[in-house]
Structure formats: C-alpha cells, structure tokens
C-alpha cells in the first residue's frame, strides 16, 4: 500500500481518508549546522524518521510532502539559513493540515524537526483542534527517540544536545556519511546554560523560555559537542524515533473523539 501522500491519485486520496488513514505532516528547516553539517539536516532526519515509520505501519500513516522551511529569525546571523515570519508559519501550517481535514482525514500529527517551529507547531495544531472536527497533534522527532537517548547520551545535560549536536550529527552520519565534514568538527562549545533557570537542550530546557541571537553565543553555529557523536547511536535513534511514531499512530488512530458539548446559554463559535 502506498505510503507517501504525493504518490497518491485523488481518487486513492478520498479512499485512504475514509479509511481513518493518519496524515503526518514533516515540518524541517534550511539553518546553519555549524562548520561540518550541511544545511539540510532538520530536512534529511525528520525525512528518514516520517516516510519510514509510514512505511512500516501497514497503511495507518500516510506521509504528507514536508514544509521544508521553518521560523529562524534567531540564526540569521549566519548564512545558508532561511527563516519564515511566526505568523505566517503557523498559518501555512495550518492551512496544509486544514486541506486534509476538508478531504475527510481526521487525525493529523506534526512531526517537526527544527526546536523553533516547535511552539508554533503546536499552535498550529490546537487551531485545528479548536475549529474543525478532526484532532491534531505535534511532536519532535527528537522527543520520540528519548529511550535510545537515556542510553547512549554522553553529553553533559542539560545543555549539551541541542543544535549540531551528539545527537543531530550522530543521526547525519548515519543517514548520509559522505556529507559529514569530521575533521570541521569543533570542540565542544559552551553548552547553553546562562544560569539555572535559563539553559537549553532538547531533552529539557529550563523554567524560563528566552532563545537568544545564536551568533551573540556560538562561534561555529553550534550548541553541543558533535565529536560524541557515531553512526550508530545515530541509527539507534532513527530507530526508536520511527518505532514510537508508528506506536503513537496507531493509538492516535483510536483514540475517540467524543461530542463536543457547549454548556453556555449563546452558541456563538470561533470561525
Ligand atoms: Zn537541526
């Protein structure tokens, strides 16, 4: 069965959507990977992690063609990077996943790959929620891979995965070996903890949310030691990111959608 929403013909589209097939929507961007990736890797990872894990599933998921470009203002100091204002990123999203909700889909998941769009992703999400009958949801594919994480994490936490990181260069390096610069890998960098309440990773960052100009912090563009990374972590990642996302859809999928009730005198909604 197909798996890739492009591949589809509209008939086959009107058909999976009434078989409750889940559309997974692969949000990335273009942005500065330091000195030893290329600009592509939130495009190459969260690639791999959504067609794979549709692949698998059995026609439950259908992968939907990626938003390739995401919300960067904050790494414009360094070029290669593409950035796309807040606003119009969560209308864009919104507007790709609202599209699947008028052909009939009724369970949608971001799966993003860029620690920016995350907040806007999941903004997007709760206007679907709030303003059509489907449920969507929205997840990193760095946080379905935690499991494999706790294990093979050498990085110092907090702090020490976050951008260009053990984590993102391990996962390069298994995906696409031959782009990876090793000998431009730097020294770790100072991790991005400013103080308790102020630190950054992408298995936890702290109580107050502030996300600085990269190039005021990091030389390289990078946050996090690559040297810790290999490729096999990096495949252990893949793995664990891909067998949780096929999981997660498949109880999405079930999860029911009881009624809606309203409980006030008016019935005015929210378009
Ligand atoms: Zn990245």
Redo the contacts with the bound molecule.
């Keep these: 069965m197909k798996h890739l929403y492009r591949t589809l013909t509209w008939p086959e589209a009107r058909e999976r959507a009434s078989e409750g097939a889940v559309i997974v929507i692969p949000v990335a961007?273009i942005?500065q990977?330091g000195y030893h990736l290329p600009i592509d890797?939130?495009n190459v990872?969260v690639e791999h992690v959504t067609e794979e894990a549709a692949r698998r599933s059995n026609g439950r998921i259908l992968t939907a063609p990626m938003i390739h470009y995401g919300f960067n203002e904050h790494n414009m100091g360094f070029p290669g990077t593409i950035t796309v204002r807040e606003y119009v990123f969560i209308d864009f999203c919104y507007d790709v996943a609202h599209s699947f909700v008028r052909q009939g889909f009724d369970r949608i998941v971001f799966v993003n790959?860029?620690?920016s769009n995350q907040m806007l992703c999941n903004l997007a999400a709760r206007r679907i929620n709030n303003t059509t009958r489907a449920l969507a949801g929205a997840v990193a594919h760095w946080a379905l891979a935690k499991d494999a994480v706790d294990r093979l994490r050498e990085s110092e936490y907090p702090g020490g995965m976050a951008?260009?990181c053990e984590f993102?260069t391990s996962l390069y390096m298994y995906l696409k070996p031959e782009l990876v610069e090793k000998d431009k890998m730097t020294r770790r960098e100072a991790p991005s903890r400013v103080n308790q309440f102020v630190y950054d990773d992408l298995f936890g960052s702290g109580p107050v949310h502030m996300v600085n100009r990269w190039s005021r912090i990091s030389e390289s563009g990078v946050e996090g030691d690559p040297l810790l990374a290999t490729a096999d972590k990096g495949k252990e990642f893949a793995e664990c990111s891909i067998r949780n996302l096929v999981e997660f859809c498949r109880l999405f999928r079930q999860q029911p959608v009881p009624p809606e009730r309203d409980f006030n005198y008016s019935n005015e909604r929210l378009d």
């Design positions: 961007a942005e990977h890797v939130d990872l790959g860029q620690g951008h260009a993102e």
